[in-house]
C-alpha cells in the first residue's frame, strides 16, 4: 500500500487522492478494472435486443440483452477510429452500425459487417468491441468486470448482501422508474462515495434546513445507530429513528413482515434510514418511503456525473411506488432538497483541496466510542461516531490501487 496517499496507522488520507490525474488514471487501471461495477437494473430490459448506455468507471459501454437471454457489456467505443457506436441512451436493437465509417457490430459486440472491399487476411474477429470479462445478477442489479480473475459477484459483496435482501426484496424483486436522473458533480467521485457509506456527521451541519422544518426523525446517538464496513471497502450508515412513527410506507413494511417476506431484523433496521456504498461507485439512500440507487460515474479527477433511479419492490401497490417516486424527486434528485446541499458542499471541497500543497492530509483519525463495536450484524460494525467505515474504504482502494499492473 501506497503510505503517502492512505495511512491506515496515522489514520489520515492525502488530498492527492482527489485532485491528482495521474492517481485517476491508475485507479481506472486498477480500481475499476478489477471491481464489479453496477450498471443497470433488470427492470429497464424487456424484450430480447434492449439495451442501455452505462459507464464502466470512464469507459462508455453498451449492456446489451442478446438473442438467448444473456446480458453483454462492451465498450460504446468502435474499434476502428472510436467513435461512439450507438448514441441512443437505450432502445431494441440487434446490430449496431457505426456512424463514422458504418461498421457494423451485433448486440455481442462482434463486428459483423464491414462497407468496403478488403483484404483477404482482414480478420473480422480480431475487431470487435472492447468486452467485460464477466457479467452477473445479483437479484436484480446488472454487474459487470473487466477482471477475467475476479471473484463471483456474491463472494464480492460479502457481508453486504445482508443489507442489499433487505432493499431488494427476496421474493418479488424490484424496478426502478424510468428515465435517469443526471447530474454534473464538480468533484472527485470518492468524496460522495465515501460520503454516502461512512458520513452522517454532515447531516447536522450540511442538511440542517431540513430539521429547521421538522423533517427530521434520526438519532445518530442510539444504541441502534451503527456503521458496518466489510474487508471489500463496502460501507453503510444505519441511523435509528428518534421516535417509531407509523407512516404509509412503516405499514406496508408490517404487512411484508407479516407475511413473512421480510425478518423482524429486516423490519426493525427498515424503520431506519441506510446509506450504502458498494465499493466503489454504487450507492443506496434509504428512508422509510423513500430508496434511491446511485451511480457516482468518474468523468476527470474534478468532474463526476451522478446517475440515479428510485427503487421500489415489483409488486408493491402502486401508492407505495408513487410515494417512493416522489420523495426521491423531492429529496434526492438533480433539484433535491437534500441533494443541493450536498453537491454545493463536495464542489467547494473539491476547488479547496485543489488549492492545497501536495502534503496536505485529511483527519480519519476520529473515533468516539471505540468500545461499542460488533453488533448482531453481518459485517464489521462500530459506533456512528467514527471515521473507521470511511477508512476501511480507502484502506480497500490502497491495496488495489498499490498494484498498478493490474494484478489483482
Ligand atoms: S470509427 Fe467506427 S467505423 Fe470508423
Ligand atoms: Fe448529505
Known amino acids: ?62 449492456l446489451c440483452l442478446d438473442g438467448e437471454g444473456g446480458f453483454n457489456v462492451f465498450a460504446n467505443v468502435c474499434s476502428h477510429r472510436a467513435a461512439r457506436v450507438c448514441q441512443q441512451e437505450y432502445g431494441n436493437a440487434r446490430k449496431f452500425v ?55 459477484l456474491e463472494d464480492y459483496l460479502g457481508d453486504m448482501k445482508w443489507y442489499l435482501d433487505m432493499l431488494l426484496d427476496c421474493n418479488g424483486g424490484t424496478e426502478v422508474s424510468k428515465g435517469t436522473h443526471r447530474s454534473t458533480v464538480h468533484c472527485n467521485w470518492k468524496i460522495p462515495a465515501e460520503q454516502f457509506g461512512s458520513d452522517n456527521w454532515h447531516f447536522q451541519a450540511v442538511h440542517c434546513s431540513m430539521g429547521k422544518l421538522g423533517r427530521r ?60 456504498t458498494i465499493f466503489p461507485n454504487l450507492s443506496f439512500v434509504y428512508f422509510p ?38 420523495q426521491v424527486t423531492r429529496l434526492f434528485s438533480p433539484t ?25 492530509r485529511l483527519c480519519y483519525e476520529f473515533d468516539a466510542d471505540p468500545e461499542i463495536k460488533n453488533r448482531p450484524f453481518p459485517g464489521h460494525t462500530a459506533s456512528l461516531q467514527s471515521d473507521i467505515a470511511a477508512l476501511a474504504f480507502y484502506k480497500r482502494w490502497a491495496e488495489i490501487i498499490a498494484h498498478a499492473d493490474g494484478t489483482p
Not at 482527489?18 to 478494472?33: G, H, K, L, N, Y
Not at 458496518?228 to 404509509?248: N, R, S
Not at 411484508?256 to 434510514?273: D, H, N, V, Y
Not at 433535491?336 to 496536505?360: C, H, I, T, Y
Request: hydrophobic letters at 35%; a negative charge.
Open 98 to 152: 457505426c456512424p463514422y465509417h458504418n461498421w457494423v457490430f451485433d448486440n455481442k459486440g462482434d463486428l459483423i459487417g464491414v462497407p468496403r472491399r478488403h483484404s483477404p487476411e482482414f480478420d473480422k474477429s480480431k475487431w470487435g468491441l472492447c468486452k467485460a470479462a464477466q457479467v452477473s445478477v445479483y437479484r436484480d442489479l446488472i454487474f459487470c468486470t473487466f477482471s477475467p480473475a475476479a471473484a463471483p
Open 217 to 276: 426523525n434520526e438519532d445518530p446517538n442510539s444504541e441502534d445507530s451503527f456503521h458496518v464496513w466489510t474487508d471489500q471497502g463496502h460501507i453503510l450508515i444505519c441511523i435509528a429513528p428518534k421516535q417509531e412513527v407509523d407512516t404509509t410506507y412503516t405499514l406496508y413494511l408490517d404487512k411484508l413482515a407479516a407475511e413473512q417476506r421480510i425478518s423482524e431484523a429486516q423490519r426493525k433496521l427498515l424503520r431506519c434510514t441506510l446509506v450504502i
Open 336 to 360: 433535491g432538497m437534500l441533494e443541493q446541499d450536498d453537491l454545493e458542499v463536495w464542489s467547494r471541497l473539491a476547488d479547496n483541496l485543489k488549492g492545497m500543497p501536495p502534503d496536505f
Open 1 to 62: 500500500m501506497d503510505k503517502r496517499l492512505v495511512d491506515i496507522h496515522d489514520r489520515t488520507v492525502s488530498g492527492r487522492v482527489f485532485t491528482d490525474p495521474d492517481i485517476f488514471a491508475r485507479e481506472q487501471a486498477t480500481v475499476f478494472s478489477q471491481s464489479w461495477l453496477y450498471l443497470g437494473h433488470r427492470s429497464q430490459f424487456k424484450e430480447k435486443g434492449d439495451f442501455i448506455q452505462a459507464y464502466a468507471g470512464t469507459m462508455p459501454v453498451l
Open 289 to 326: 418511503g423513500l430508496c434511491s440507487i446511485r451511480v457516482w460515474n468518474p468523468r476527470s479527477p474534478d468532474q463526476t456525473e451522478l446517475w440515479s433511479w428510485a427503487l421500489y419492490h415489483k409488486d408493491a401497490p402502486e401508492q407505495i411506488k408513487d410515494l417512493v417516486r416522489k
